[in-house]
């Protein structure tokens, strides 16, 4: 499961920086939030 989560997470952040221009900061809690709402999302 860490495995998917770390892809999808990896995936993510390559699309919305692309897209956005976001780049996320893994010490931010926004960064927790965000890795919070994929494991929500892939269960």
Do not use: C, K, N, W
Request: net charge negative; glycine share 4%; no cysteine.
């Amino acid at each position: 499961m860490i495995e998917v989560v770390t892809l999808a997470v990896d995936e993510a952040e390559r699309m919305l920086g692309r897209s956005l221009g976001v780049q996320l900061d893994p010490a931010s809690p926004d960064y927790a939030r965000f890795i919070l709402h994929i494991q929500f999302l892939l269960q």
